[in-house]
Structure formats: structure tokens, C-alpha cells
């Protein structure tokens, strides 16, 4: 090869990353580390393999399933006093708040619901009768969350607790805390649906996608970020339909029933963690209210898909994302 083709190839091959996926806190967890060079591969194999260390921790301690957990014993008899580790307990604080913010919307004790929806078929599908629905959010109340130093109980017989609609948001900050900490500065972690873009991928940067809500194929929009997190809630991602009606996940508390006024929420933020509670915050408060709340939110930006098919960006992101219209679509 002459020394011309040779630097050619040198330019052109790139630079090298670190990949590694697994199944972990019952999803799929993907991290992408831009090497400065190949050298650092065994750092990043050991950061990664502490990463997958520290979700295990962290699901024993916030999962509310598990009867050992602080949580599952929690929800095993509501109304004794459980005692929760500080940083369990710290993050139903901030989970509190999100509560607050959201005139309820997003309340932690809309685990009350157990059982009551079944989206898939292995589980023998299951809608409620408006009734049941209607009986059983009125469990939903997160001012009856009562916390005593560090003992917390509930304030009615039936109610449970969860943190799931934060709790790997929060998972995906402590990743971001602990790659940092080792150094690394240009990293992509993806954990179900939460999503951290640190620097860049050396060459170019990061960009994330946006899925269409009724074409898994195809995204809708398209951003470039840095240091940002990026979470979307979707009503695709647990539905079933019957009778020309979409029943999906992600649940108004104050009726029971799945939220109406979104198909998707986007949301960047600067943590995954805030990111994750207001994804499912803003898909409940719907096009009004949702956007009203992060339009008042230094930092955070969202997109999202409306009930109707209509698409909203929020002030900051204007001119930011490239947009394609989203497939024709019928039906619900
Ligand atoms: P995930 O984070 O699981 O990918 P979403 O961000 O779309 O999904 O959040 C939906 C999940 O959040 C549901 O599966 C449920 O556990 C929880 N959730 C649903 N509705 C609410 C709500 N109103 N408040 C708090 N958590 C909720
Ligand atoms: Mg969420």
C-alpha cells in the first residue's frame, strides 16, 4: 500500500468502541463506550462489568415484587411501619415531589392497581369493568404515602407501592455516575426505555431516535445530544386492543383507565432519573397540561405524539429535530 492509501485507511477506520449488551432488571441493558484507543477495552469491560453489579443491587433494593425487598414487604401489609435504606427511601422523596408536581399524575401508588390490567396474551389478557377500575384507583393516593424517619407505611389496607416508574431512571443515572467516575466521558447506555448519551461517539455525535407510535419500523424524529438523557413512554410498548379500543400501560390514576391524551412522550432532561418519572407524568397530563409542566422545567425539553396524531416540540427544541411525518394510520 502506498503511504498515501495507508493514511487513507488509517482516516477512515473507526475509532474503536466498546459494546456490550445483557438482559438485566428484567430488560435489556446496551452500553457503548468510545475508546480513546484500544487499549482502554479492558477498563471498559470492568466499568461495565461493575455497571451490571450496581443494577443488581439496586433491583433488590427498589423492586416492590420481590418479598424479600424492602418494598415487597412493604406491600405485604401496607399499613405496618417498614423501615427503607436512605437511598430507597430518598428516592421515594423525590418520587413524592414528582407526585406533587403533576397534581398526581405520576403517583407511586398507582401499584394499587396490581392485577387489575392484563395487557398480554400469556397472561390471559384482562380489561376491567369501569366499575372495578374506578373502585380500585381509589387506592391511588400518594398523600398517604406517611413517612416517619426512616419507617414508611400506607394510609389504607389494599394499597401498594411501587417505584417502577422511576426506579430505572434512576438506575441508568448511577451507570452514568459510576462510567464517569472510571474516566470515561463518551458513552451510550440504554436501559428498556431510558436512555443517557454522554459526549460524543468520537467521530460524530450521538443521536437518538424516536419510534413512529404506529410504525415500529420507522422514527419520526431524529436529534443529535450530549450529556442528556432521553426517555420515551409509548402506548405501544404494553397494549392490547379489543373492539377498536387501544388499552395500554400507562394508567390515569384518577380513573383507572389508560391515559387518553398521548400515543408518545419524549423527554430530555439532564437526568435519566427525572426523564423516566416525566415521561409517564406528561403522557397522563396529556397536550395541555403535559407541555404547560415542561415548558416550566429549566432543562427539560419534550416531543410528543397527541392523542389525535398531532406532533408538539417543546420551545427549547425548535429547529433542534428532524421530523418526518409520521405513516398514515387508522384504527386506534
Ligand atoms: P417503562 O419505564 O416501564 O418503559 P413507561 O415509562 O411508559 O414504561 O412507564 C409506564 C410504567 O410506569 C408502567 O408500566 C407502570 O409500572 C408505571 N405507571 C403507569 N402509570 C403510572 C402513573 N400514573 N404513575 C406512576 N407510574 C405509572
Ligand atoms: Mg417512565
Do not use: C
Not at 433494593?61 to 401489609?77: Q, T, Y
Not at 434512576?170 to 436501559?191: H, P, Q, S, T
Amino acid at each position: 500500500m502506498s503511504p498515501l492509501l495507508a493514511l487513507i485507511a488509517i482516516a477512515a477506520t473507526p475509532p474503536p468502541m466498546y459494546e456490550h449488551t445483557a438482559e438485566i432488571m428484567t430488560t435489556r441493558l446496551v452500553v457503548k463506550i468510545a475508546l480513546a484507543s484500544e487499549a482502554d477495552r479492558p477498563r471498559a469491560e470492568a466499568a461495565v462489568a461493575a455497571a451490571k453489579e450496581e443494577l443488581l443491587r439496586l433491583d433488590a433494593l427498589l423492586s416492590e415484587w420481590k418479598p424479600d425487598s424492602p418494598l415487597g414487604r412493604l406491600n405485604e401489609a401496607p399499613t405496618k411501619r417498614v423501615r427503607l435504606p436512605k437511598e430507597a427511601l430518598e428516592l421515594l422523596q423525590r418520587t413524592l415531589q414528582w407526585s406533587a408536581r403533576t397534581g398526581g399524575a405520576f403517583d407511586p401508588t398507582f401499584a394499587s392497581l396490581w392485577g387489575l390490567w392484563r395487557f398480554s396474551a400469556e397472561d390471559a389478557a384482562r380489561i376491567p369493568t369501569p366499575k372495578e377500575a374506578k373502585a380500585r384507583a381509589a387506592l391511588i393516593d400518594y398523600t398517604k404515602v406517611i413517612i416517619e424517619g426512616d419507617e414508611v407505611h400506607l394510609g389504607a389496607p389494599g394499597m401498594k407501592l411501587g417505584l417502577g416508574g422511576i426506579a430505572k431512571g434512576y438506575a441508568v443515572d448511577r451507570v452514568v455516575a459510576l462510567l464517569r467516575e472510571r474516566g470515561f466521558a463518551n458513552f451510550f447506555i440504554k436501559l428498556g426505555g431510558e436512555l443517557y448519551l454522554a459526549g460524543t461517539r468520537s467521530d460524530r455525535p450521538w443521536v437518538a431516535g424516536v419510534q413512529d407510535p404506529r410504525d415500529a419500523r420507522a422514527s419520526f424524529a431524529v436529534l443529535a445530544l450530549k450529556d442528556s438523557a432521553f426517555t420515551t413512554s409509548g402506548d405501544y410498548e404494553r397494549y392490547l386492543i379489543k373492539d377498536g379500543v387501544r388499552y395500554h400501560h400507562i394508567i390515569d390514576p384518577s380513573t383507572g383507565y389508560p391515559a387518553r391524551g398521548a400515543r408518545s412522550v419524549t423527554i430530555v432532561a439532564q437526568r435519566a432519573e427525572d426523564a423516566d418519572a416525566l415521561s409517564t407524568s406528561v403522557f397522563v397530563m396529556g397536550p395541555d397540561k403535559g407541555m404547560a409542566l415542561v415548558e416550566s422545567l429549566p432543562g427539560v425539553e419534550a416531543i410528543m405524539v397527541t392523542g389525535d396524531g398531532r406532533v408538539l416540540l417543546s420551545s427549547g427544541l425548535e429547529g433542534k429535530v428532524q421530523l418526518r411525518p409520521l405513516a398514515p394510520h387508522s384504527g386506534p
